[in-house]
């Protein structure tokens, strides 16, 4: 089982619905939970950074994370033609550990 | 507020030339400081990363090396490129510590000949 998944997609959706985008992960160390957009040709950007299990909201976009489930979402209210690109989730145990775990993104469409 | 450059945005190298790639970070001290290389379907893999200046932990055997010449500059090398050494390296920066968000340059697309 890989430690992180995540639906590559692609999703298509017309402007102004909402979305949902996922990831599972089965490594219970797992603490920190992020959000990352990436542009074509370009290098990720953070979006959403999150500790242990709740809701985080900026804007549009809202981060859940459920750790009993081992399972993290990002919400996209209103979603925009410039919210097209690829979301990759991540996460990181913490400690003395600085590496971060990726998914493998989810292309994401919207329609104007 | 921190910055990362990382230069060049493309390159074309014929096979069996050197390379390297440079990565700068301004606006913070003492960075963890990574390289990763994306591919198509396969997502990010952690080439290297850097906690200190000549600390360097290598993740993967490969045809590549990295470098942390200065507290804020992080360089990926090779003397002899493979073809199978094309794809998009980006490098990357996060505070010391566990589980901190890393925040990536626009990286360099790397096409072997």
């Known amino acids: 089982q890989k430690e992180v998944e995540q639906d590559p997609g692609p999703l298509s959706v017309p402007e102004g619905a909402i979305v949902s985008l996922n990831c599972t992960y089965s490594?219970?160390?797992?603490?920190?939970f992020m959000w990352y957009r990436q542009y074509s040709r370009k290098g990720p950007e953070l979006l959403m950074y999150?500790?242990?299990?709740g809701n985080k909201e900026d804007g549009r976009f809202t981060a859940q994370v459920d750790k009993s489930s081992k399972y993290i979402s990002l919400f996209i209210r209103d979603s925009q033609p410039s919210d097209s690109a690829t979301y990759l989730c991540?996460?990181?145990?913490?400690?003395?550990?600085?590496?971060?775990?990726f998914g493998k993104g989810t292309l994401l469409t919207v329609n104007p | 507020s921190q910055t990362i450059h990382q230069w060049p945005a493309t390159l074309v190298q014929p096979v069996g030339s050197p390379l390297s790639l440079e990565c700068t970070v301004e606006?913070?001290?003492?960075?963890?400081l990574y390289w990763y290389r994306q591919a198509a379907g396969r997502g990010l893999q952690l080439l290297f990363y850097?906690?200190?200046?000549?600390?360097i932990s290598s993740e993967v055997p490969q045809n590549l090396s990295a470098s942390r010449p200065q507290d804020r500059q992080f360089i990926l090398s090779s003397k002899k490129l493979l073809l199978s050494d094309s794809g998009f390296y980006l490098c990357?920066?996060?505070?010391?510590?566990?589980?901190?968000?890393?925040?990536f340059g626009d990286g360099t697309r790397l096409s072997i000949l």
């Open positions: 999150t500790y242990s299990s």
């Open positions: 990357a920066w996060s505070l010391l510590g566990g589980g901190q968000p890393q925040h």
């Open positions: 490594n219970s160390a797992f603490q920190y």
């Open positions: 991540a996460m990181g145990s913490g400690g003395s550990n600085y590496k971060l775990t």
């Open positions: 850097s906690v200190g200046i000549g600390q």
């Open positions: 606006g913070t001290s003492n960075p963890n």
